[in-house]
């Protein structure tokens, strides 16, 4: 008889389970100290208040941020949806031609920092000196302002087009999915086009619109690059930026700047709510095709080559042409209204800032090390955390399941706000070093592994792994061995886009960082605070580089489509 060989040591539940807790641990900590701040009159621990929570709604300022912070979320997020939700209808679902390459350059913002979208529509949509009003301002003959990017509509529009892919991959994978047997019933009984679309074809995506707008909301709400450039620069508030300021003023008010992000705290939770809802209720919305169904092409008739042109331009606004103002203005001596002449051309700016700048190289170094470590991080917590919960299916697997979306709901400057205040006053801990960055970005991060890792798992027969515990080998080796190559596509590319996000993030560590742990993204800011924007172009584009070196390396090993 067939020895009966144990599925799980004792000491692998141990070990896996000690993981989990302090990985929920990791998770609820920072989210409890923010409560705990907001209603402590000084430090935590300190006599019961509500001064902070009174004052967030009895200021002026914090009344206009909070106002602010609302028409820029629904500006932003309903543009991002607009714009992400057309292209992925036309580029995936219609006749349209150059549809594939419109999706392409859909999610080239995903690769690209925050930054480089508001140097490049600083440059190209400054009212003195963008590129967009001086040619009209020469067809003219006279100074025209055209477009002004210093104002709200300039940073809804600006956001919009950097949540754009986020709208886009969610709801493409959607309609790519989508069956054709209750769409050509539809066409039988004699629906039109504009009826089909609306009754058929974007009703059977709900639960991937809902889950898309929830994530935006969240993301916009959270946003602190974009208002604290150009929207400081305009003299616009949002809580974002109003609690950096309250957390960096003399003498600094961390209690309020607790309320602003426990406000931020509590949409977010609410947001991540409603998305598990509607994506648990996903499978009303399902349909199974049979051997080899595909999505019929909607036909769009004659207007086939305007909505190209149309998508085009919107594909190429949210990124190629920010990048090539920033290219451009890279090579200028000065940044100025009629600069763009063959004598302002140069090569100083990266002579300056790649070999004279002393905070560059240093700060490349953090940023690197922090991305490789959290990266790789993440992605090996995700595997432990999703062995646990999918394999071992321990007790603690449904509590782990909802931490690790905890952070999906937690805006950056809020979960920052968060780690600073529960490790602040911890002697002896990691306040002050690279270290608490690092736990900040696998904090926030691992959300992302996790859903990866977890698809993947998800995808392998346990027959392997029992197969594998048969001819001797322990649970390590099994790993090694069965699990983690047949996981490889899925594990690269969790692990390229992390390491992508965490060199560009700015709104989580803004907060936790000194000048002997600044990173590249906040050194953007200093930059950019000075006002040399043509240096700043050129560190701009080195942040863009050593994010996207990896990419080009690992991309064709890599795989990005989780369930």
Request: with cysteine; glycine share 8%; hydrophobic share 55%.
């Amino acid at each position: 008889m067939l020895r009966s060989w144990p599925r799980f040591p004792s000491w692998n539940h141990l070990v896996l389970s000690m993981i989990s807790i302090l990985t929920i641990l990791m998770v609820s900590y920072p989210v409890a100290s923010v409560v705990l701040r907001s209603i402590s009159k000084e430090d935590i621990g300190s006599d019961f208040t509500l001064e902070w929570i009174v004052a967030l709604f009895d200021s002026a300022r914090s009344r206009e941020a909070l106002l602010n912070t609302i028409l820029y979320t629904a500006g932003s997020s309903a543009l991002a949806m607009m714009v992400g939700v057309g292209l992925a209808f036309v580029s995936t679902r219609t006749d349209m031609p150059g549809g594939r390459w419109i999706g392409v350059l859909a999610l080239l913002p995903m690769l690209v920092p925050p930054f480089i979208l508001v140097v490049g529509w600083v440059a190209m949509a400054d009212p003195s000196a963008g590129f967009i009003n001086i040619l009209a301002s020469l067809a003219m003959g006279s100074k025209v302002t055209l477009v002004d990017v210093n104002g709200m509509a300039g940073i809804i529009w600006i956001t919009g087009l950097f949540l754009t892919p986020y709208v886009y991959l969610l709801v493409a994978a959607g309609l790519r999915n989508s069956d054709t047997a209750v769409e050509e019933a539809a066409r039988v009984s004699g629906a039109g086009r504009v009826r089909l679309l609306t009754t058929i074809i974007l009703p059977l995506q709900r639960p991937a619109l809902l889950a898309a707008l929830l994530l935006v909301v969240i993301m916009s709400a959270g946003d602190f690059i974009i208002p604290s450039t150009v929207g400081l620069k305009a003299r616009i508030y949002l809580l974002p930026s109003l609690i950096w300021q309250n957390s960096n003023s003399f003498p600094p008010r961390p209690g309020l700047a607790a309320a602003q992000a426990l406000l931020l705290l509590a949409v977010g939770l609410l947001c991540i709510y409603f998305q598990r809802r509607a994506l648990s209720r996903g499978s009303r919305f399902t349909l199974l095709g049979g051997k080899g169904a595909t999505a019929a092409p909607f036909r769009l008739g004659k207007m086939r080559y305007p909505l190209a042109a149309v998508s085009m331009v919107f594909a190429l606004c949210s990124s190629v042409f920010p990048l090539l103002a920033v290219g451009s203005m890279a090579f200028m001596k000065y940044w100025a209204p009629y600069a763009l002449t063959p004598k302002n051309f140069t090569l100083a700016n990266f002579n300056y800032i790649l070999f004279e700048y002393p905070q560059v190289w240093p700060s490349a170094r953090h940023s690197l090390f922090l991305a490789l470590l959290g990266a790789t991080g993440c992605v090996l917590l995700a595997i432990a955390l999703a062995w646990y919960v999918i394999r071992m299916r321990g007790r603690l697997s449904r509590l782990v399941d909802y931490a690790v979306v905890l952070p999906l709901g937690i805006p950056g400057i809020a979960l920052g706000i968060g780690i600073l205040n529960a490790w602040i006053l911890v002697p002896g801990g990691i306040y002050g070093t690279l270290w608490i960055l690092l736990l900040a970005y696998i904090t926030a991060h691992i959300p992302v592994a996790m859903q990866f890792v977890a698809s993947a798992l998800h995808r392998i027969h346990t027959e392997l792994e029992d197969a594998s515990r048969v001819a001797g080998h322990s649970w390590l080796g099994t790993l090694r061995r069965i699990d983690i190559p047949l996981m490889r596509p899925a594990l690269l590319g969790s692990w390229l886009l992390i390491y992508v996000v965490i060199l560009r993030e700015i709104s989580l560590v803004i907060l936790l960082y000194n000048p002997s742990t600044i990173v590249l993204s906040v050194g953007l800011m200093d930059v950019w605070s000075s006002g040399f924007y043509t240096e700043l172009a050129v560190y701009s584009l080195l942040l863009m580089v050593l994010g996207l070196l990896p990419v080009a390396v690992l991309w064709k090993f890599a795989r990005f489509g989780t369930t």
